[in-house]
């Protein structure tokens, strides 16, 4: 140094306060520039000071400055330069290890949720969902991060029911494997807390499962026994319908064959005599029938597509889709045409099913209503 810069020192080096302070917030020297971390950190005036922290772009440095800052009007400042570097998005944003470690450390609710919703980065984002508190947030993140992993760590995190609800709805078409998986844990919750829907929902489920085993004559099973057993844990809350219904099922699952029994008109001999003379003998293939000539258990295919409604209605009880619901409605209406229709368990079963349709029917006219009204507001 000459004595010419020993004598006239910079003013960002001056002794008076208020020289410094405008040395430091305007002059472009490359030399000042270069001292603006030493300034932030070491300059006795905190006026001084903010003007150097307002002027630091490297969000490690602020960082370092905002642990030792004791300041409070110095650490605000800092605390806005952190919130703005850390938030970036920007391609000049800070290296991914510094936001990290702000996004693990800052007690700046907001800035949690900024990074948790809108990093760049899948990894800064679930660093700052493990901090995120709220559930509304946390919902919106489901919902709308596009990292698979990320809105499944969300969902974890969601203990609200009705957040749950809300992303269950959001997910319907977007994320169809979680969109399970939560539906599935909402049922089992609610199942837990005797709901009266999620009882009467688990309730369809297994009366439809076992008329299907019914109808492809299955009597005991694994399978059969985990329904028995599942329908044991909601027994004492399923209405009187839902109840008689399970016992039909049951019923046909076990139902023996009818025997003729011998009468007293003679000796066994001459009654096995008559019969062999009257009955004629039945042709393999042959279906067995009652005295009527009819059979008892309804057509297959009538059976099968009134199940079908019946899930149906168990899956979707809140947003039947129109064109689903016809669909069903044609191949009901096909089913009845083929079958006999003079036979009292064929018009049971579409009575039944046409029950279900009228039910899913009026959901969807609800549904249009209020979209209406909406739409008008």
Known sequence: ???????????????????????????????????????????????????????????ENILKLYKKEKDSTARELLEQRIHQLASSSSDSRPPLEFRIEVAENT?????????????????????????????????????????????????????????????????????????SELQARLHSELLAQNDPGAVKTEGLRI????????????EVSTEVESLHKDWKKIAEHADEELTARYQRACIRLNEPEIETAPTDAGPADEVSEKTAE????????????????????????L???????????????DRPHTASLRKLVDQLDTAWQQCDQKQPENLACRTAAKAAVQELETKIEQIKARQGKELEQ
């Open 1 to 59: 140094m000459n004595w010419k810069q020993h004598i006239l020192k910079p003013k960002w080096k001056n002794k008076n306060a208020d020289i410094r302070l405008e040395s430091v917030s305007t002059e472009q020297d490359p030399e000042l520039i270069s001292s603006l971390l030493d300034i932030a950190r070491d300059d006795e005036d905190v006026r001084v000071r903010c003007a150097a922290i307002k002027r630091l772009h490297r969000l």
């Open 107 to 179: 007690t700046d609710r907001d800035l949690v949720e900024h990074l948790a919703r809108n990093a760049p980065e899948k990894e800064l984002r679930r660093v700052a969902l493990a901090r995120v508190e709220r559930q509304g947030v946390l919902g919106d993140c489901c919902i709308n991060d596009d990292d698979a992993g990320n809105r499944r760590y969300a969902a974890g995190r969601i203990n609200q029911q009705t957040t749950l609800k809300r992303v269950i709805d959001a997910l319907r078409k977007s994320d169809k494997a979680l969109f």
């Open 207 to 218: 009366c439809t499962e076992l008329e299907k085993l019914a109808l492809e004559g299955k």
């Open 278 to 301: 009257k009955e004629p003998v039945e042709e393999p293939g042959q279906e067995t029938e009652t005295d009527s000539g009819q059979s008892t258990q309804p057509d297959e295919s």
């Open 303 to 317: 059976a099968r597509i009134a199940a079908d409604i019946a899930l149906y209605r168990q899956e979707n009880p």
